[in-house]
């Protein structure tokens, strides 16, 4: 069992009252709050290590460069990777996919190559490779889904021949908390040859991943999803992907030696990571990584089902209420439309009882289409969030459905 | 602090319920679509001007919340019947109701029924819900003003 009054203590932020009532953080698909060990890990940086990294000799440097290795290793070893030249630093799940597009699409992409992907993928993982498609004349297809939001597995099957090169998944959707069977996509996808992007920035603070179980080709995600900070993310490849690749930006530490005639490119990961980075992000994700460590993401699924069968319960008896995004296998996500109340009127009525949600189209237009709103309310949960919050946010529903009727 | 009510006024909620003036004008001789990307907000709006200037009939069609419903709804309702340059007039003073200091007390006596929309003022992230239609209106307009598009 989990203390989560325990855990609430690691989270300053979740402290505080909002219009006279304790604050009800509902919305964590959007960004996580961050716990202590990650403030004062990031704080330490500044305040003792603060250089800059794989250059200097003097001691601060060589401090602040172990720790920014040493996030790496963590990563690593979370994820499973092979090599820690297979985890590249970036600003985020959408950088790491728009280096993907630019470096590895365009190296590999040709005119009438397939790139598929999904109806309920965020935008980060559809226009880089629109970009892509109008840039190489590829063509885009979008593997459909059902009125639960679950993929069309059948037509997957179909949608797949010689001419996909890549497939584009979401592990987990940011709009309808559906998790996605990736493990048979990816051994489907290899069988006509074609590469495998899994963009994580949902599933991975609520889901094991094994990049070599999975033999996923591309990984990536974000840190602040995951308890650490924003601005900052990975893109876990094959190495020899990685090798074959073109350096995405060009700059400082991604070389080993330059002329005005020729640049001969540092190694991996180097060779990815141009200018300085977000340093102490990066020490701060790997701190993060260890705080999901030290409760286990099996303890974290575990109450995060929990939590969403008993949110789930009341959404499912609240007149008016229709869920969007039912899928068997989700987590973490309550998205629905009630009748009479526009999600964003919801939003502001919800925050004036200090319960913070999402309204809006989540990054997912596509997914909108599908279901014929102009946008959802979206309620998401976390390991510190209790049956209590979820009370209050049924509550405010409340008041919000008595207001408008 | 405002509460939720000076937001969601009473004639707010009935100009929800039933907006005013809503469906398409045909014909008209200047229509805009607006957009709000926040929050999904997409407006449509049609207007009728004579040749003295004077807007005979407005429409407007769309999917919104509540503000911007509502706002759309008594914009047409005000504005029927009245010359371009009081369009000009009001677009100015709902502009400056909406992004006004707090303590400013909206103008009633150019707004009239408007000003039930001060509240949105306390809430940043409504602001553009309010005023949306008004800018897709002076858009609808303005291209009106372009010689291709002149009837
Ligand atoms: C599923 C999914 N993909 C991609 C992203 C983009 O992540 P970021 O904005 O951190 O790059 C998000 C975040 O909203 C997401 O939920």
Redesign the interface.
């Given at each position: 069992m989990m203390n989560i009054e325990k855990i609430r203590g690691d989270f300053p932020v979740l402290h505080q009252e909002l219009y006279g009532k304790p604050l009800v953080y509902l919305d964590n698909a959007a960004t996580t709050q961050k716990p202590q060990c990650v403030i004062d890990t990031v704080r330490h940086y500044y305040e003792k290590d603060n250089s800059n990294i794989h250059r200097g000799v003097h001691a601060l440097s060589e401090r602040a460069t172990a720790a920014y290795e040493a996030s790496r290793e963590t990563i690593r070893a979370f994820f499973n990777a092979k090599s820690s030249k297979e985890v590249i630093f970036t600003r985020g799940t959408t950088e790491s996919i728009n280096l993907i597009a630019s470096s590895w699409g365009g190296a590999n992409i040709g005119k009438g190559d397939e790139i598929l992907i999904t109806h309920m993928e965020h935008h980060s993982n559809i226009v880089p490779w629109q970009m892509l498609c109008e840039r190489t004349g590829a063509v885009l297809k979008v593997i459909p889904m059902n009125d639960a939001g679950e993929l069309d597995m059948d037509a997957f099957a179909s949608l797949l021949s010689e001419r996909t090169k890549l497939l584009g998944v979401v592990h987990m959707s940011n709009a309808l908390g559906s998790i996605n069977p990736i493990e048979t996509m990816i051994q489907q996808a290899h069988v006509v040859g074609a590469k495998v992007l899994v963009d994580g920035a949902q599933a991975a603070a609520h889901i094991a991943v094994d990049v070599q179980a999975l033999d996923v080709d591309f990984y990536v995600t974000s840190a602040h999803k995951m308890y650490g900070p924003t601005g900052v993310g990975v893109l876990i490849a094959k190495q020899a992907l990685l090798e074959a690749m073109p350096p995405y930006q060009g700059g400082g530490d991604m070389i080993l030696m330059v002329t005005f005639e020729k640049t001969q490119y540092n190694d991996l990961p180097h060779k990815f990571e141009a200018g300085t980075p977000n340093i102490a992000g990066v020490i701060g994700f790997g701190e993060a990584i260890k705080y999901i460590q030290s409760i286990g993401l099996h303890a974290i699924a575990e109450r995060e089902k929990t939590l969403l069968d008993y949110a789930s319960k009341q959404a499912q008896a609240f007149e008016g209420l229709k869920q969007i995004g039912t899928a068997k296998e989700k987590a973490c996500v309550l998205s629905f439309v009630l009748d009479g109340v526009h999600p964003h009127d919801l939003g502001t009525i919800l925050d004036r009882e200090a319960v913070a949600i999402r309204a809006g189209h989540h990054c997912a237009m596509p997914v909108m289409q599908f279901y014929k709103v102009p946008a959802t309310a979206r309620a998401s949960f976390s390991i510190y969030n209790t049956e209590a919050e979820v009370d209050a946010l049924f509550a405010a529903l409340a008041k919000a459905r008595d207001m408008f009727a | 602090?405002f509460?939720?009510g000076d937001?969601?006024q009473q004639v707010i909620?009935d100009h929800?319920?039933s907006p005013r003036n809503f469906g398409k004008l045909d014909p008209c001789n200047h229509d805009a679509e607006g957009y709000n990307p926040?929050?999904?907000?997409?407006l449509h709006v049609y207007v009728q001007v004579n040749d003295s200037n004077i807007i005979e009939n407005i429409k407007f069609e769309g999917?919104?919340?509540?503000?911007s419903?509502a706002s759309a709804s008594l914009m047409t309702e005000s504005l029927k019947g009245k010359s371009l340059a009081d369009f000009e007039i009001l677009f100015d003073a709902f502009h400056d109701m909406a992004t006004a200091d707090l303590s400013d007390a909206p103008d009633e006596e150019v707004l009239g029924k408007l000003a039930v929309l001060a509240g949105v003022k306390e809430?940043p992230?409504?602001i553009k819900?309010a005023t949306l239609c008004w800018h897709t209106l002076k858009s609808a307009i303005d291209d009106a003003a372009e010689p291709a598009r002149t009837e």
């Open positions: - | 602090m509460s939720l937001l969601y909620i929800t319920k926040l929050c999904g907000d997409q999917q919104g919340c509540s503000i419903t809430f992230s409504r819900c």
